[in-house]
């Protein structure tokens, strides 16, 4: 099972998350915004990092783009809803700055581990 | 014998009348007795004698008084009388003379005297009539030469047989400018002055006149210093006793201001009905109490397509749309009671064939100011086409005041979709063993799926969720559809299809376009429900030309593959016609359809640089035909990544992007392949920044959507500032352009997303330092 650092502002969706993935057995460190969310990326290097993209200032694709400063790479989820452009919008430039898998917001539970046992999947 | 001197022989004695009678000869003169002063009177009133031999001494009235009567009679005061006297004395001849008489004559008579003196009195008699007549000739000349010669006509005396003028009135030389000697000396001069178009017909009349018993017609003349009048000439037979005509006696009137008065007001009610029959806008005269059409011209009967003797039948209350018809008839209220003269309304008329034309009207009263009208007149111009372009505009306004009210709520509603469904989820995981609330549970999960692909409708529908397109082949979709339908749709229907094989590939969401095809297949049924019909679906190619573009507003010339859904159903009225790509809008009960299907289809088709068009006839069908458009050629401008990231050298590169994190992070994105870049969110500052240093920037990366001002327009405009400058476009839904329409637009490159760091660099490096053409 895997270490994950979730990032998401929304609470309700945050808590949900992290309850399902704990659920099927992975241990979760959560954020609610950007800044923490480095600092604990920072403190224990996880394997997997899922985020939000649209927070207050956008902090998810700021969170991607520092990231990419602290090889090795690591692997990166990120989910949007959309918000003034539409979810794919955001999405394209997360993948633009190497998130490997995208979750359009609201997906289920099911997308969500398929993604999440891809990428950990032993090359 | 009736010229002869008649003679009143009054004595009461007849053997005294006898002796007269053989006195006088009876060849040469008449004479009438009486026995009597009053049958004397009575006869000489009948027939005023030329003498009266009149006996003194009668019984009852005596000759004095007899000569007295005749006297104080105006016809017969200057009757001459003899009287007859018995005695030569002096006193009866005094009361005579006082009594008036004008001779006497004594008893017994002398024959030669009283013969005598009876010629000459008659003769004498005669030459004072005739002297009193020809006074009474020379006075009538005199007052016919004043007569003719100061009125304005030219009168005219003319002889039978020749016609040649006997005389005419001295307003002969200031009408025609001729003399009146010339019309003596030159007979012909009269019919030579007639205008050469009018003298045949004159003189036809003319000649003819004798039968006719008449004259009378208008003709120009033109006089000797060349202008031009109009006469109005009539004459009347003069005839001898026996009834021959011996002359004609004419009044020729100059009429020439009379006529340019009426060729100016033929002139003008020709204007006038050629202005009004051929007018641009349609004219209506209607009746100020019934409101019923009095006159129309032809342009009114075209716009609401009726013909003139069918809306003669009507009131203008009977063609007009019921929505406007308060505002109208509170409009000609104001005007029957006189507190405007004039009023102008936007309205509708409802055409014989139920369609519905757009008008602007302006009715004026017609009649004195300060009364009550006589009647309406107005003036009616069809603004159909501006109205619905101002539709489509409020149309467009609200799809895109939707879009931007969804994409605004998307981003928090998918959120709570996302724990809704989540936490349903996880709840399930934990209650194993209870089945009930598992199963409530998964109710919440599909019901948070139905919300969220309901979101992910309107976001279609708005553009506001692009789809990843690929270079795919239709037919294959429309056989899936033909089966998904034959499934759910009755034997009833009856579908037949036109699949054209060799129909080439579109850049395309197959599943979008599934969706569609669904759609309007389902919709079809509906329209044949509960009866027979045909559905037919048709996948062909073909060419728009400007021409048919122009109709369509969202149709462009070119070549498209064309998908069409046809019904034999119940069809659809204009109104509906007009809303059904709106949002929300819906021909079904509450409950029954979201009515966001057709506007799923717009969407999609706008999406896919496409097209929906839709035709439909009340009670025989409609058919929706889809347009993709044909791409020209290859199209795919994916670089390759393969290889290291081309790396830049400090080329200075400006990046727009209206939201403000997705261009700093391009530009951050683009600093660490080794570029010099600025980010900008406006594209009008991007335009600011080239416009004031040209040479500035080596290329600019844009985004395809952002408010005010697409990517495309952008490039377009910079390209017009600086030819040359590369453009890299980035759009989430692929091609959203045709390659040529991003030629059209400048140096373009085409970045489709999604893409990656190494894909940016390959496309960055390509429009700096393009490859010649291979």
Redesign the interface.
């Known amino acids: 099972m895997a270490q994950i650092l979730l990032i998401d502002d929304?609470d309700?969706?945050r808590n949900?998350?992290r309850?399902?993935l704990t659920?099927f057995g992975h241990t979760v460190t959560e954020a609610g915004d950007g800044r923490a969310a480095l600092k604990l990326f920072d403190q224990a290097r996880p394997d997997l990092v899922i985020t939000d993209i649209?927070m207050p200032?956008?902090e998810g694709?700021?969170v991607l783009?520092e990231l990419r400063k602290r090889p090795p790479p690591v692997k990166i989820i990120a989910m949007?809803?959309?918000?003034?452009?539409?979810?794919?919008?955001?999405?394209?430039?997360a993948?633009?700055?190497?998130a490997a898998k995208?979750l359009?917001?609201?997906?289920?539970?099911d997308v969500l581990l398929a993604a999440i046992d891809e990428l950990l999947a032993p090359v | 014998m009736s010229h002869l001197p008649v003679i009143l022989v009054v004595d009461d004695v007849s053997a005294n009348r006898e002796t007269f009678h053989e006195l006088l000869d009876e060849e040469s003169y008449r004479l009438i007795d009486a026995d009597s002063g009053p049958l004397a009177l009575q006869l000489a009133a009948k027939t005023p004698p030329d003498l009266v031999l009149l006996d003194v001494m009668m019984p009852g009235m005596d000759g004095y008084e007899v000569c007295r009567r005749l006297r104080a009679n105006a016809r017969l005061a200057e009757v001459p009388v003899l009287m007859v006297t018995t005695l030569d004395d002096q006193a009866s001849r005094i009361t005579g003379i006082e009594a008036g008489a004008d001779d006497f004559v004594s008893k017994p008579f002398n024959r030669v005297e009283l013969r005598a003196r009876v010629r000459t009195i008659t003769r004498l008699d005669r030459y004072r009539r005739l002297a009193e007549s020809q006074a009474a000739l020379r006075e009538s000349v005199t007052r016919f030469r004043e007569l003719a010669e100061n009125i304005q006509e030219a009168f005219w005396v003319a002889d039978a047989k020749t016609s040649h003028k006997l005389y005419i009135s001295p307003a002969y030389e200031l009408i025609w400018g001729r003399t009146c000697r010339s019309i003596y000396e030159d007979p012909h001069s009269w019919s030579e002055s007639i205008h050469p178009e009018d003298r045949e017909r004159v003189l036809h009349s003319a000649a003819n006149r004798a039968l006719a018993g008449a004259y009378d017609q208008e003709f120009r003349i033109i006089r000797p210093d060349g202008a031009e009048r109009w006469i109005a000439d009539r004459a009347f037979p003069v005839r001898d006793s026996s009834g021959d005509v011996l002359r004609w006696v004419g009044l020729a009137r100059d009429i020439t201001e009379r006529k340019s008065a009426e060729l100016l007001q033929r002139e003008s009610d020709q204007w006038l009905k050629a202005v009004f029959e051929q007018a641009a806008v349609g004219v209506a005269q209607t009746d100020v109490t019934t409101g019923r059409f009095v006159r129309v011209n032809q342009r009114f009967c075209d716009l609401v397509g009726y013909t003139r003797e069918e809306i003669l039948l009507l009131s203008f209350a009977d063609i007009t749309h019921s929505q406007d018809m308060a505002a109208n008839l509170e409009n000609v209220a104001r005007l029957r009671d006189g507190s405007t003269r004039e009023f102008t309304q936007e309205k509708r008329y409802v055409r014989k064939d139920g369609s519905i034309i757009w008008t602007n009207i302006a009715v004026s009263a017609i009649g004195p100011v300060g009364e009550e009208p006589v009647s309406f007149v107005a003036f009616a111009q069809d603004i159909t086409e501006r109205k619905q372009l101002d539709e489509h505009f409020l149309q467009a306004q609200k799809m895109e005041a939707l879009g931007q009210f969804s994409g605004g709520v998307a981003h928090d509603f998918n959120n709570i979709l996302a724990a809704i469904g989540g936490y349903a989820e996880l709840s399930r995981m934990q209650l194993k063993g209870n089945p009930k609330v598992r199963d409530y549970l998964g109710a919440v999960s599909q019901a948070a799926d139905r919300a969220a692909d309901l979101v992910r409708q309107i976001l279609t529908f708005s553009r506001q969720e692009p789809q990843a397109r690929q270079l795919i082949k239709l037919q294959p979709i429309v056989l899936e559809s033909l089966k998904m339908m034959r499934a759910t749709i009755p034997a009833t229907i009856e579908f037949d299809t036109d699949v054209a094989a060799d129909a080439p590939t579109v850049l395309a969401n197959g599943s979008q376009v599934l969706q569609i095809l669904m759609n309007l297949g389902i919709n079809a049924w509906h329209a044949m429900k509960d009866r027979t019909g045909r559905l037919t679906m048709r996948l062909d190619t073909c060419t728009v030309d400007a021409a048919y573009a122009a109709t369509k507003p969202r149709l462009r010339a070119g070549d498209y593959v064309r998908l069409s859904v046809s019904d034999t159903g119940t069809g659809m009225d204009p109104v509906t016609l007009r809303r059904i790509f709106e949002p929300f809008f819906t021909t079904k009960a509450p409950g029954e359809g979201t009515g966001l299907g057709l506007s799923v289809v717009h969407g999609i088709m706008e999406s896919h640089d496409g097209a929906v068009t839709v035709h439909s006839q009340l009670g025989e069908g409609t058919i929706f035909r889809l347009y993709f458009p044909v791409l020209p050629g290859e199209t795919a401008l994916l670089p390759v990544e393969a290889g290291p990231i081309p790396q830049g050298s400090g080329e200075r590169v400006l990046v727009v992007d209206d939201e403000k994190l997705l261009a700093e992070l391009h530009r951050k994105a683009l600093a660490a392949l080794g570029y010099d870049v600025e980010s900008v969110t406006k594209p009008a500052e991007a335009l600011a920044l080239v416009r004031a240093d040209p040479r500035r920037f080596a290329l600019v990366l844009t985004d395809q959507t952002m408010p005010g001002m697409t990517g495309l327009d952008l490039a377009s405009q910079l390209g017009e500032i600086r030819p040359g400058l590369p453009v890299i476009l980035m759009t989430g839904y692929s091609l959203s352009l045709t390659p040529e329409r991003i030629k059209a637009a400048g140096a373009c490159q085409l970045l489709i997303k999604p893409t990656s760091i190494h894909a940016l660099g390959i496309a960055v490096q390509a429009a700096l330092h393009p490859q010649p053409t291979r």
């Open positions: 929304d309700a969706v949900m998350l309850l399902t659920h649209v200032t956008m694709l700021e783009m949007s809803g959309g918000s003034r452009k539409s979810a794919a919008d955001y999405l394209d430039t993948r633009l700055m190497g995208v359009t917001k609201p997906f289920s539970t």
